[in-house]
């Protein structure tokens, strides 16, 4: 790898000063990933947005080619818009001006800690699978987000919005409880709400169908394990996606010898009674 990237960088001498800019960008936010997690939950996202306005940070973060999409260029953090989140690791939520003026804010998720190669793997599967798929007629609406791994345990994720993970859409209806995480009614009544009209909700009913048919069969045949609440999302189009791949090809988790692993795919109660569209019976 270090001679082909001694290669590139001799015959590509122009790309050198965007990927030095990129390097000492991914060291800020490392720094401040570190400092955010020491501070603790509650004293995050103050560090964060100190860390974010000072002088000599912000000239390192400005003007970066997204390491995602190099055809977008990011402008200036909005301090304000960022936030950590909650997982183990504490992701950063960055949020970007898109120097294109009639272009939207650029939204990238920084990870620092956790191996990323195994999500860039699963997710360029899901394409190839994806493009099978659409070759033989039959288009099942994945989301194959971005994923980069850029240095050891670093990098970063595309952040998919107008989207909320299974577990926070039960919490909202009230209808999560640790015996019973996929109560029947509550997904359907969310997609309610975001497709007000008959014609909205039909086709997001079909959108979340035909991508949970999809993932299926795409987390059965790669053996992709540990799937819960909190790594299954649906967007407020209906169309429902798979996010943190740390266990696949079989290696499922473990419990006192016991594999956590019951079932060979995800299909709860909660999503057959949206296929269903609300139908009881077994028709």
């Not at 009639?102 to 999500?119: A, M, S, T, W």
Request: hydrophobic share 35%; proline share 2%.
């Amino acid at each position: 790898f270090g001679l082909i990237l001694e290669a590139y960088l001799t015959g590509s001498q122009e790309h050198i000063p965007t990927l030095l800019k990129q390097t000492e960008c991914l060291d800020k936010l490392k720094q401040c990933s570190d400092m955010v997690k020491k501070g603790g939950k509650e004293k995050g996202r103050i560090y964060l947005q100190e860390f974010l306005q000072r002088n000599h940070n912000l000239e390192a973060i400005t003007d970066v080619i997204s390491p995602l999409n190099p055809s977008f260029r990011c402008k200036r953090v909005k301090a304000e818009k960022c936030k950590v989140m909650d997982s183990k690791m504490r992701p950063l939520w960055i949020v970007y001006e898109n120097s294109d003026m009639h272009g939207e804010d650029i939204y990238l998720i920084f990870k620092n800690g956790d191996d990323l190669r195994q999500d860039m793997f699963t997710l360029q599967m899901l394409r190839l699978m994806d493009k099978i798929w659409k070759y033989n007629g039959y288009d099942f609406r994945m989301n194959t987000y971005s994923c980069i791994s850029m240095d050891k345990r670093q990098g970063m994720i595309e952040v998919v919005l107008n989207a909320e993970t299974i577990a926070n859409i039960q919490k909202e209806r009230g209808m999560f409880s640790a015996a019973s995480p996929f109560r029947k009614g509550s997904l359907l009544l969310w997609l309610k709400e975001h497709n007000q009209t008959e014609e909205q909700l039909q086709k997001a009913i079909q959108e979340f169908t035909l991508s949970c048919a999809g993932y299926c069969v795409a987390t059965y045949v790669l053996g992709i394990a540990d799937r819960h609440s909190d790594n299954i999302m649906v967007k407020k189009t209906g169309q429902l996606f798979h996010i943190d791949f740390g266990h696949i090809l079989g290696h499922f988790k473990e419990k006192f010898g016991f594999r956590r692993e019951r079932v060979p795919f995800v299909l709860t109660h909660d999503f057959v009674y949206v296929i269903n569209k609300g139908q009881t019976n077994n028709k």
